[in-house]
C-alpha cells in the first residue's frame, strides 16, 4: 500500500483553504468554498502517425502508441501505481499475446515534475498531471497473418488522503442571531468524497445540568466508475477520524448507513461523533474535522488495436 505524509496533508489544506478556528462569529460571515475537483483521468487513447488507431490504416509494421493521462485537481497529493519498473503495467493490464510493448514513459508535468518511468509508483501533487506512454508493436515471432484485433485493458490504482471541514456556530441561546453562509470545504471530491453531516448553528441547551452535545456524521461516498478498496486513517486506529479542537470531550462509535460505502470490510459505516463543548459568550464558530485516505481501483476503457491489410510498396 502506498504511503503519504498525511501531516503535510493537514498543513496543505489548511493554508490553501483558511479554515483555522475563528474566535468569535460577530464579523462578517464566511463564504462558502466548495472544491469541485479531484483525480481524473483522459484516455486511454490510441494513435499512429497521429491519426486515432479506429480510422488509421494499421499494419503489422505500425507502432500504434497508447496514452492515459491522470491529473491532480483537487487539494491533497494522490498516490498512483505505475508497476514493474519501466512497464506500467499496474495500470496497463493485459493486452493479446500477440502484441508487446516496445517502449514506456511516464511523466509527471506541472510544477516540479519528472520523469517517474522507472518508479513502481508516484506522488501528484495538487495541479500536477501523469502522463503515461506505450508503444507497442507485434512480438516477435508473432502470426499476425491470422491476427484480426487485440484488445489491451487498463485499470487505475490510486491512494489519497482527504480532509473535510465544517464551520460550526455554537450559540449561548436561541435570541443570538444564526450566522448564514459558514464554510464547508472539503480537499478532494472526485473520485471518492469525504462528507461531513451536522447542523452548522446550535444552541447549548442544557438539560439535567449537561450541555446538549453537538452532533457529527462523517462518511465517504464513491463518485467515480470505480471501487472504494479501502478506507482507513493513516494514524489513527479508525476508518474516518472526526474532531472538534477544543471539545471538552467526544464519543465516537460506527454506524450502518444506507448509501455509503464499503470500507474495505464489506460494512457500509459512517462515523457518528458527539462532542461536548466549551461555555461560550454569545457567539463562537468552531471547525468542524474529518479525515481518512481511501485506496481506489477504476478500470479504464479498453483500446482495439484492428489490423488492416498489408501495404507494401513494389
Do not use: K
Given at each position: 500500500?502506498?504511503?503519504?505524509?498525511?501531516?503535510?496533508?493537514?498543513?496543505?489544506?489548511?493554508?490553501?483553504?483558511?479554515?483555522?478556528?475563528?474566535?468569535?462569529?460577530?464579523?462578517?460571515?464566511?463564504?462558502?468554498?466548495?472544491?469541485?475537483?479531484?483525480?481524473?483521468?483522459?484516455?486511454?487513447?490510441?494513435?499512429?502517425?497521429?491519426?486515432?488507431?479506429?480510422?488509421?490504416?494499421?499494419?503489422?509494421?505500425?507502432?500504434?502508441?497508447?496514452?492515459?493521462?491522470?491529473?491532480?485537481?483537487?487539494?491533497?497529493?494522490?498516490?498512483?501505481?505505475?508497476?514493474?519498473?519501466?512497464?506500467?503495467?499496474?495500470?496497463?493490464?493485459?493486452?493479446?499475446?500477440?502484441?508487446?510493448?516496445?517502449?514506456?514513459?511516464?511523466?509527471?508535468?506541472?510544477?516540479?515534475?519528472g520523469d517517474v518511468t522507472g518508479q513502481d509508483s508516484a506522488t501528484l501533487e495538487p495541479g500536477e498531471q501523469l502522463e503515461f506512454t506505450w508503444y507497442v508493436e507485434p512480438a516477435p515471432g508473432a502470426d499476425t497473418d491470422e491476427l484480426l484485433s487485440c484488445v489491451i485493458r487498463f485499470n487505475l490504482v490510486l491512494e489519497q488522503d482527504l480532509q473535510t471541514i465544517q464551520q460550526v456556530q455554537v450559540r449561548e441561546d436561541r435570541t443570538v442571531t444564526r450566522l448564514t453562509g459558514l464554510s464547508y470545504d472539503t480537499a478532494s471530491d472526485m473520485p471518492v468524497e469525504l462528507i461531513i453531516d451536522a447542523d452548522d448553528s446550535i444552541v447549548e441547551?442544557?438539560?439535567?445540568?449537561?450541555?446538549?452535545?453537538?452532533?457529527?456524521?462523517?462518511?465517504?461516498?464513491?463518485?467515480?466508475?470505480?471501487?472504494?478498496?479501502?478506507?482507513?486513517?493513516?494514524?489513527?486506529?479508525?476508518?474516518?477520524?472526526?474532531?472538534?479542537?477544543?471539545?471538552?470531550?467526544?464519543?465516537?462509535?460506527?454506524?450502518?448507513?444506507?448509501?455509503?460505502?464499503?470500507?474495505?470490510?464489506?460494512?457500509?459505516?459512517?462515523?457518528?461523533?458527539?462532542?461536548?463543548?466549551?461555555?461560550?459568550?454569545?457567539?463562537?464558530?468552531?471547525?468542524?474535522?474529518?479525515?481518512?485516505?481511501?485506496?481506489?481501483?477504476?478500470?479504464?476503457?479498453?483500446?482495439?488495436?484492428?489490423?488492416?491489410?498489408?501495404?507494401?510498396?513494389?
Amino acid at each position: 500500500m502506498l504511503g503519504i505524509a498525511f501531516m503535510g496533508v493537514i498543513l496543505i489544506a489548511g493554508c490553501v483553504n483558511g479554515l483555522s478556528s475563528l474566535p468569535d462569529a460577530n464579523g462578517d460571515e464566511e463564504e462558502e468554498v466548495v472544491v469541485e475537483g479531484g483525480v481524473s483521468v483522459t484516455g486511454p487513447d490510441c494513435t499512429v502517425d497521429g491519426l486515432d488507431c479506429g480510422t488509421a490504416q494499421i499494419t503489422r509494421f505500425s507502432v500504434p502508441e497508447l496514452s492515459v493521462t491522470v491529473r491532480n485537481e483537487g487539494l491533497t497529493p494522490a498516490d498512483i501505481d505505475i508497476g514493474e519498473p519501466g512497464t506500467g503495467d499496474e495500470l496497463l493490464v493485459s493486452m493479446c499475446d500477440e502484441y508487446h510493448v516496445r517502449e514506456f514513459d511516464a511523466e509527471i508535468t506541472g510544477r516540479a515534475g519528472g520523469d517517474v518511468t522507472g518508479q513502481d509508483s508516484a506522488t501528484l501533487e495538487p495541479g500536477e498531471q501523469l502522463e503515461f506512454t506505450w508503444y507497442v508493436e507485434p512480438a516477435p515471432g508473432a502470426d499476425t497473418d491470422e491476427l484480426l484485433s487485440c484488445v489491451i485493458r487498463f485499470n487505475l490504482v490510486l491512494e489519497q488522503d482527504l480532509q473535510t471541514i465544517q464551520q460550526v456556530q455554537v450559540r449561548e441561546d436561541r435570541t443570538v442571531t444564526r450566522l448564514t453562509g459558514l464554510s464547508y470545504d472539503t480537499a478532494s471530491d472526485m473520485p471518492v468524497e469525504l462528507i461531513i453531516d451536522a447542523d452548522d448553528s446550535i444552541v447549548e441547551d442544557v438539560v439535567g445540568g449537561e450541555r446538549i452535545p453537538v452532533q457529527a456524521t462523517a462518511y465517504v461516498r464513491n463518485r467515480g466508475h470505480g471501487t472504494v478498496t479501502d478506507v482507513s486513517h493513516p494514524t489513527m486506529p479508525t476508518h474516518i477520524h472526526v474532531y472538534l479542537p477544543g471539545a471538552m470531550r467526544s464519543d465516537c462509535s460506527n454506524q450502518d448507513i444506507v448509501g455509503g460505502v464499503d470500507d474495505g470490510t464489506g460494512q457500509n459505516q459512517a462515523r457518528i461523533c458527539s462532542f461536548q463543548v466549551p461555555s461560550v459568550s454569545h457567539s463562537q464558530v468552531v471547525d468542524l474535522i474529518a479525515e481518512t485516505r481511501y485506496a481506489y481501483e477504476m478500470e479504464l476503457d479498453p483500446v482495439e488495436i484492428r489490423l488492416g491489410g498489408l501495404e507494401v510498396d513494389g
